[in-house]
């Protein structure tokens, strides 16, 4: 009876501890062709932490200007997803850095949705890109809506605006 109620306790304490959807999160880039920024790498995870303020959904990403113009500024959109494939919020993240053409840059945000503790699945995509002679380049929202609708068909244009917005 003692090693009973010693494993069931330590089961439960396992599961206390141990964040919903313990398999690896899914890192997803939209691809773009006609972007000006090509996303190189994505990770994602949710953060557990003691401390308020590290908790949530953390997207890490590197990309390249492929242009031969100046970039000022690039936004990104991060679509996330339950462990059960429905839409938990958008964050949309920009990165001020200046890239020159060919060159490389990388960002990091922090996303603390009510939800995010069932976060699984990330989408990583580029929103928008300013050049430095003033041009705005922005990505198409029905074809980035499309492309999220093969995870959650009820997906809409308007579920790519953050709800601070």
Known sequence: MKTTITVLLGALLALAVEPLGAAEPKALV???EEAPVLITKYQTRYNRSDKFDENGVGHKLDYK???ERRILA???GFVEFTVWDEHIETLIANDLDPVGGGKSG???WLHDPPTGFLFHTGIAYVSRVRFEDGEIWTANPED???HMRSIEPSFS???LKPKTW
């Open 30 to 32: 939209l691809t773009q």
């Open 65 to 67: 200007n492929r242009s």
């Open 74 to 76: 690039v936004e990104f």
């Open 106 to 108: 990388d960002g990091s």
């Open 144 to 146: 980035v809506a499309a």
């Open 157 to 159: 244009v308007e579920m």
